[in-house]
Every structure is written in structure tokens, then in C-alpha cells.
């Protein structure tokens, strides 16, 4: 694992030469939160994406009523659209493509 250092002289050699003092702050500041974070999630973990989807999910304000465990989030989102075919689903989208751009075309 290279030192401190070492990290610090492969950054500099990477900026270009007319970097300012700020500019080598704010990608020593970057490089300490990148390394924090990567200490923090061999510490303590890391989330898998399903994880944070489902809560995402169940953080909706308005799907808070869900949240009482007998919702499966990832096998209702398997099933959301298991009876449609992908042109039907094309078509529904072209639709309301062409929905968003008059209604955006109407407002300015």
C-alpha cells in the first residue's frame, strides 16, 4: 500500500502545471473522503443495491402504509410489467415522450 506521501506526489504529477493552491486543496480534500469512505465500508460494510432500492422504495412518502414487512418490493417489481410486451411498453413511452415535450413546449 503506497504512504501518504507517495499518493500525494502521484496527485501533484497528475495536475496539470498551472494548478492554484486551491485546486490541489480540493483534490487533497476528494482524496482523504475517497479514503474514508473506502476504510468506512471495510469497517463497517457496505449495502447492496437491492438494499437501498427497497428502502428508497419504502421511504416514499406516500408508500409509507407498505412498510409493514408482508410487501415484497423486489418481486413486485419483478412482476410490474410481466403481462406487457416490450412494443406495447415502447409505444406507452413514445406516448408520453411526446406528452412531456408539448406540455414543456406549451410553457415557455
Request: charged share 30%.
Amino acid at each position: 500500500m503506497p504512504t501518504t506521501i507517495a499518493e500525494v506526489k502521484t496527485l501533484l504529477d497528475r495536475l496539470p502545471e498551472n494548478s492554484h493552491l486551491e485546486d490541489i486543496q480540493y483534490h487533497l480534500c476528494v482524496m482523504e473522503k475517497i479514503q474514508s469512505g473506502l476504510q468506512r465500508a471495510e469497517d463497517e460494510g457496505t449495502v447492496s443495491q437491492a438494499d437501498v432500492d427497497e428502502q428508497k422504495f419504502y421511504s416514499h412518502p406516500t408508500l409509507q402504509h407498505v412498510n409493514d414487512g408482508s410487501f415484497d418490493y423486489i418481486e413486485w417489481q419483478k412482476q410490474l410489467w410481466q403481462d406487457e410486451s416490450v412494443e406495447s411498453l415502447s409505444e406507452k413511452g413514445r406516448k408520453l415522450g411526446k406528452i412531456v415535450i408539448e406540455e414543456f413546449l406549451d410553457k415557455r
